[in-house]
């Protein structure tokens, strides 16, 4: 993705007063939802310029591109925001489990 468009991309999301907005992760492809996690600028341009997926850790304080040392990286197919702009959805191309336990998606649990 060119310069222009990161910029112009970012101009329209609002940070919360941590800095972070949520971005949920999905399969372009079935559109499973993967996982939530958290962005904020900085994460949002690696995303955006790099074509994977970066993220902000708030327990460890520190970005995460997901899947470099797994190998189970997310290329970002697309970058949708929703119509507070305080919200982002990710659309992926998986290449691997998305959640840490190993299953596909981080939603596995269901409260009944």
Known sequence: MTEERVHGTLDGIVFDERGLAPAVVQDATTGEVLMLAYVDAEALRRTLSTGTTWFWS??????????????????????????????????????????????????HNTLR
């Not at 119509?83 to 959640?99: F, K, R, W, Y």
């Open 58 to 107: 708030r327990s460890r304080r520190t970005y995460w591109n997901k899947g470099a040392t797994s190998g189970n990286l997310q290329r970002v197919v697309e970058v949708r925001y929703d119509c507070d702009g305080d919200a982002l959805l990710v659309l992926v191309e998986p290449a691997g489990p998305a959640c840490h336990t190993g299953r596909r998606s981080c939603f």
